[in-house]
């Protein structure tokens, strides 16, 4: 802290990313990345454009992107107009955040769920009022209807919990809170659930967030998108074009839309996972813990009779990273990421020692 602070960031509580190790032995299961790796389409096209056309200043519309996305939309009514880019989808919120959330009654999120929210809040003097998820970690619609709100957001799938909000009840959620913004970050959808974006036609108060960080393997490359009625997005590209007007670097804007384009890497590698996650999940529970239900590519476990942080470090021990969050509520969680079948085999093979060793 010094004296040359502004207030708004001494007063902030950053948001800690999961750790990225350098060392590269490591059976890595804590960020929620895609074992099976980008669509060799968006490596070619991300090669093709490392050259001397680097000397240009991207594209700021991202065009070529946006038409891809909305030509893979198209048949719920999307076009370009109704498309935002950003690098990353975390970017995207944060200008949804400043361009959509700045009310006077505060906006509302489960009180599980991505810890970047209250931060955003933070940086952008948002006001805020979480909402406890049910005892089942189920998310009630009926606690965000008949409330005045600047605005609601929650992920779905939810992070770092994995349940899934069915499609009928994101839709009554946005139906009856027609004056408020309602934002469903769907960065895990792609590996169980059904997308809002089929909605976004009839609900001028949607907006949907996704990434390719996830299902299309692409953390490294930093893209994530927004799909809403044009007048939400002529509001975020209002955010985007007063702080940086080049989000998406040239080959990003290839890859990602390469990337897109690729059904066929995504579905295999997407039925990959999610193979991969319930073998994991049957595994985890002849080990005796108890897993929710999960639509993402993650699971998160709990053990009756042993304590998450010690098993975390346990793991850590041999090699193998994991996610606990200290949060009260959920600080007897572990939250893994579905890896390949190797990495699921060595995680429960380990889960499987530790048990039988700590107390
Ligand atoms: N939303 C949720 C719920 C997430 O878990 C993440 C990943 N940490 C993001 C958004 C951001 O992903 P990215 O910036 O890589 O698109």
Redesign the pocket.
């Known amino acids: 802290m010094s004296k040359f602070w502004s207030p708004i960031v001494s007063r902030l509580t950053p948001y800690t990313p999961g750790e990225q190790p350098k060392l590269s032995k490591l059976v890595k299961l804590n960020t929620?990345e895609n074992p099976y790796g980008p669509s060799p389409l968006a490596l070619a096209a991300i090669a093709a454009e490392a050259g001397d056309s680097l000397r240009l200043y991207p594209d700021p519309e991202a065009d070529m992107l946006k038409r891809a996305l909305a030509e893979q939309n198209a048949a719920h009514g999307i076009t370009s107009a109704h498309v935002f880019v950003g690098n990353?989808?975390?970017e995207v919120?944060a200008h949804a955040f400043q361009a959509l959330l700045q009310h006077e009654e505060p906006i509302l999120f489960p009180d599980i769920s991505?810890s970047f929210y209250p931060t955003y809040c933070g940086l952008y003097q948002v006001a805020h009022r979480t909402v406890p998820l049910a005892a089942d970690f189920s998310l009630r619609v009926d606690d965000y209807l008949g409330v005045a709100a600047g605005g609601i957001i929650f992920?779905n799938p939810n992070?770092p919990t994995g349940c899934l909000l069915p499609l009928a009840e994101v839709e009554r959620l946005v139906a009856g809170q027609p004056d408020c913004v309602v934002i469903v970050?769907e960065?895990y959808v792609d590996f169980g659930g059904d997308s809002a974006i089929p909605l976004v036609a009839r609900y001028p108060n949607l907006l949907v967030v996704q990434?390719l960080?996830k299902s299309r393997s692409l953390?490294g490359l930093r893209v994530?998108f927004a799909i809403g009625h044009p007048d939400l997005i002529t509001a975020l590209e209002r955010v985007k074009n007063s702080f940086n007007s080049y989000p998406l670097d040239r080959m990003a804007i290839a890859g990602a839309t390469a990337a897109i384009k690729d059904q066929a890497h995504f579905d295999k590698t997407r039925q990959a996972v999610i193979a991969s996650r319930e073998r994991m999940v049957a595994g985890l529970k002849t080990l005796g813990f108890e897993v929710l239900p999960s639509a993402a590519n993650f699971v998160f476990a709990r053990h009756p009779r042993h304590d998450a942080a010690k098993l975390a470090a346990s793991l850590r021990g041999d090699g193998i990273i994991v996610r606990h969050f200290s949060a009260a509520r959920i600080a007897q969680f572990l939250r893994i990421t579905v890896g390949t079948d190797e990495a699921c085999q060595a995680l429960l093979d380990a889960l499987q020692l530790h048990l039988k060793k700590l107390p």
């Open positions: 929620n990353g989808s975390d919120l991505y992920p992070a970050d960065a990434t960080s953390a994530g």
